[in-house]
């Protein structure tokens, strides 16, 4: 996954989130849906040659330097990760 491609991915995960927590669709959300549609479709179009698994550590350092871009610094965003892991979190299997 190239960096353009996780940083589309990032945006409409946070966009999704947004919904799911029932935000009014407000005329930001809808300018915000309607930018990231067109380039989710042109991001579809390259898909198949982009098919490779990445690498997860690759995933995690662009995503870092998205965020810090963002203004969000290391502490900040390893705190968030933690959150959401402990929020995704399976049981442990029983053997």
């Known amino acids: 996954m190239n ?3 996780l940083s589309l991915a990032l ?3 946070a966009l999704a989130e947004r919904m ?3 935000e009014p669709m ?3 959300m809808r300018a915000d849906l309607l930018t990231l549609l067109p380039r989710v479709r042109e991001a579809l179009r390259g898909a198949e ?3 490779q ?3 997860p550590r690759a995933i995690f350092d662009a995503a870092f330097e998205i965020c810090a871009e963002a203004g969000v610094d290391g502490r ?3 705190e968030w ?3 959401a892991a402990e929020r995704h979190a399976r049981p442990a299997s029983r053997r």
């Open 26 to 28: 407000g005329t930001r």
């Open 3 to 5: 960096r353009a491609t």
């Open 53 to 55: 698994p990445a690498d």
């Open 49 to 51: 040659e982009d098919a």
């Open 81 to 83: 990760f933690n959150e």
């Open 76 to 78: 900040e965003l390893a």
């Open 20 to 22: 799911r927590r029932g």
């Open 11 to 13: 945006e409409v995960a």
